[in-house]
């Protein structure tokens, strides 16, 4: 059983929007933070945005202004609302999180997004 499943990916036109989510098993607790990272063809993973468990949140700075990132801690999901999509944007998104007094990782299967000019 996937301990985080992602959805919300796909094919959108530069300049609009898509909504991520990504929903965590119940049987992990103690989260501590939450996050989007993307992988493009050819770069390295990198981090998009983070949400804390006290709400702090940390951007990109090539998505801030643009993306907003936040959680549900009662439905162990966290989301990424992604505005004014550029052809940059494209890439492979993965949800991370960490949880316990161990920070022990944990990641989605990731989800496409792909933003045509």
């Known amino acids: 059983q996937a301990q985080l499943v992602e959805s919300g990916g796909g094919l959108v036109q530069a300049g609009g929007s898509l909504r991520l989510s990504c929903a965590a098993s119940?049987?992990?607790?103690?989260?501590?933070?939450m996050g989007w990272y993307r992988q493009a063809p050819g770069n390295q993973r990198e981090l998009v945005a983070v949400i804390f468990s006290d709400g702090t949140t940390n951007y990109a700075d090539s998505v801030k202004g643009r993306f907003t990132i936040s959680r549900d801690n009662a439905k162990n999901t966290v989301y990424l609302q992604m505005n004014s999509l550029e052809p940059e944007d494209t890439a492979v998104y993965y949800c991370?999180?960490?949880?316990?007094?161990?920070?022990?990782?944990?990641w989605g299967q990731g989800t496409q997004v792909t933003v045509s000019s």
């Open positions: 119940r049987s992990i607790s103690s989260i501590k933070v």
């Open positions: 991370k999180l960490n949880a316990g007094s161990n920070w022990v990782t944990y």
